[in-house]
Nanobody, 122 residues
Framework: VQLVESGGGSVQAGGSLRLSCAAS????????MGWFRQAPGKEREGVAA????????FYGDSVKGRFTISQDNAGNTVYLHMNSLRPEDTAMYYC?????????????????WGQGTQVTVS
């Protein structure tokens, strides 16, 4: 399984960014895709997750109402739409995947990880 993130960058507070994660190398349809982030000196934090069926999404408390996770029809590309960005959103953002049903999408135990994309909010 390969996960490639893109879309990070620098933005002023209050601005928006959209992250993308392109997944390849698997055919199993029942899976979760998640976004995590880690700032220097802090623990990794779950940001959002979506089940491949598209009808279940999960969000961390710090991003609820500001971030939206979505996926394309094939379920191979996942997006993280980030609005009303704050300086505390600054972190390396990672895409992750696990083959599981929706009840496990909100966990942090993901098997496959991308290399990450940096988001900086000033």
């Amino acid at each position: 399984v390969q996960l490639v993130e893109s879309g990070g960058g620098s933005v002023q507070a209050g601005g928006s960014l959209r992250l993308s994660c392109a997944a390849s190398g698997y055919t199993y349809s029942d899976h979760c895709m998640g976004w995590f982030r880690q700032a220097p000196g802090k623990e990794r934090e779950g940001v959002a997750a979506i089940y491949s069926g598209g009808d279940r999404t999960f969000y961390g408390d710090s991003v609820k109402g500001r971030f939206t996770i979505s996926q394309d029809n094939a379920g191979n590309t996942v997006y993280l739409h980030m609005n009303s960005l704050r300086p505390e959103d600054t972190a390396m953002y990672y895409c992750a995947a696990r083959f599981a049903g929706p009840s496990l999408c909100a966990s942090t135990d993901y098997a496959y990880w991308g290399q990450g994309t940096q988001v900086t909010v000033s």
